[in-house]
């Protein structure tokens, strides 16, 4: 099934509504100039651009509101299935003893390769790009604690 971009649009917006107004709510934090609602309301107010740019193009584009198109099969969806609840259970139960850069890279690396059946040199490189990122952004910028695992006796011995 693919919907216009303008259906899958309002709900995109419509959810960034809901970050913005649920995160209005949320505390300051003492003596900074934003608070916990900063960053849900950061993605709220991306999501209702983003989601109002898919609008203007389903509406320019005059596509029908819902194709119908040939369904997937139910191996492929069972696998697909199967490989994202097991990663997400092996990173919920691995990263205090892995930790955070290498199970990434790892799991990542898996469902590239998984989903999108490229050459696995490749699945590594952009796996290894997206935990740079996602370390970079979460761990450096925003503070988050990720754990490192074993890496932490490799840097700190």
Do not use: C
Not at 11 to 22: D, I, N, P, S, Y
Not at 93 to 107: E, R
Not at 120 to 134: D, E, K, Q, V
């Amino acid at each position: 099934m693919r919907t216009n971009d303008a259906v899958s649009g309002a709900m995109v917006a419509a959810l960034g509504a809901a970050f913005v107004v649920a995160s209005a709510d949320l505390p300051s934090l003492p003596r900074q100039e934003y608070g916990a609602g900063t960053f849900p309301t950061v993605i709220g107010t991306l999501l209702l651009v983003f989601g109002g740019l898919m609008i203007l193009r389903g509406v320019r584009h005059r596509e029908a509101w819902v194709k119908w198109t040939a369904s997937a099969p139910l191996t492929r969806f069972l696998g697909a299935l199967a490989a994202v609840v097991g990663t997400v259970v092996a990173y919920v139960m691995l990263t205090p003893i892995i930790g955070f850069p290498l199970l990434s890279l790892a799991v990542l690396t898996a469902l590239f390769y998984a989903f999108h059946r490229r050459h696995l040199p490749l699945s590594l490189g952009i796996a290894a790009i997206a935990t740079l990122a996602i370390w970079g952004l979460f761990g450096q910028l925003l503070h988050v604690p990720l754990e490192l695992g074993i890496l932490e006796q490799v840097i700190y011995s």
